[in-house]
T-cell receptor, first 114, second 116 residues
Framework: DAGVIQSPRHEVTEMGQEVTLRCKPISGHNSLFWYRQTMMRGLELLIYFNNNVPIDDSGMPEDRFSAKMPNASFSTLKIQPSEPRDSAVYFC????????????FGPGTRLTVL | AQKITQTQPGMFVQEKEAVTLDCTYDTSDQSYGLFWYKQPSSGEMIFLIYQGSYDEQNATEGRYSLNFQKARKSANLVISASQLGDSAMYFCAMREWYNQGGKLIFGQGTELSVKP
């Protein structure tokens, strides 16, 4: 079975540009999470969705960040305009929302903003 | 306040020996789950093991076991018979079913190095 799929795996962009990160959750999973990992702050949740509906976006740093989940198999995280401090690894994770509710992570997108 | 504390930034272990990675947590929730993830140098996050707050037995998954001491609020990961491929960052995480919704709260991680 395919795991969580993220694209691109690496993104290098210049300050001020728009960046879009994409995620395809595991089929049948109904919860999707976006995390950011930095050396300074570790792993932190940005936003999560249940059944395509945003539930908690309190971790979204500011209005430059937005996330959508138009259907059960696709989500995007957009940064506009990007800044050097947005450089990080962005992970998407999904879970069934039942049982142990284990979150399975995608391979991550390493974003570098110059 | 720190919800998840991993006090060992780095650990060394000899190949084939056992190693314990510490994790303590703080919650007022009665119902919660504890998770361990492995992050090798390639960067992906790999789920290792889960312990529920109501589980009476310590969780085990192959060479991984979780030493769950509820009263002390600790959930240490034990890796038996260490292998070179175990060298990685290890993260302890908690989900509080009622207080925090679906999100995982992660510790800062422990970097494990296995020596040949």
């Amino acid at each position: 079975d395919a795991g969580v799929i993220q694209s691109p795996r690496h993104e290098v962009t210049e300050m001020g540009q728009e960046v879009t990160l994409r995620c395809k959750p595991i089929s049948g999973h109904n919860s999707l999470f976006w995390y950011r990992q930095t050396m300074m702050r570790g792993l932190e949740l940005l936003i999560y969705f249940n059944n395509n509906v945003p539930i908690d976006d309190s971790g979204m740093p500011e209005d430059r960040f937005s996330a959508k989940m138009p259907n059960a198999s696709f989500s995007t995280l957009k940064i506009q305009p990007s800044e050097p401090r947005d450089s990080a690894v962005y992970f998407c994770a999904s879970t069934t929302g039942t049982g142990t509710d284990t979150q399975y992570f995608g391979p991550g997108t390493r974003l570098t903003v110059l | 306040a720190q919800k998840i504390t991993q006090t060992q930034p780095g650990m060394f272990v000899q190949e084939k020996e056992a190693v314990t990675l510490d994790c303590t947590y703080d919650t007022s929730d009665q119902s919660y789950g504890l998770f361990w993830y492995k992050q090798p140098s390639s960067g992906e996050m790999i789920f290792l093991i889960y312990q529920g707050s109501y589980d009476e037995q310590n969780a085990t998954e192959g060479r991984y076991s979780l030493n769950f001491q509820k009263a002390r609020k600790s959930a240490n990961l034990v890796i038996s018979a260490s292998q070179l491929g175990d060298s990685a960052m290890y993260f302890c995480a908690m989900r509080e079913w009622y207080n925090q919704g679906g999100k995982l709260i992660f510790g800062q991680g422990t970097e494990l190095s296995v020596k040949p």
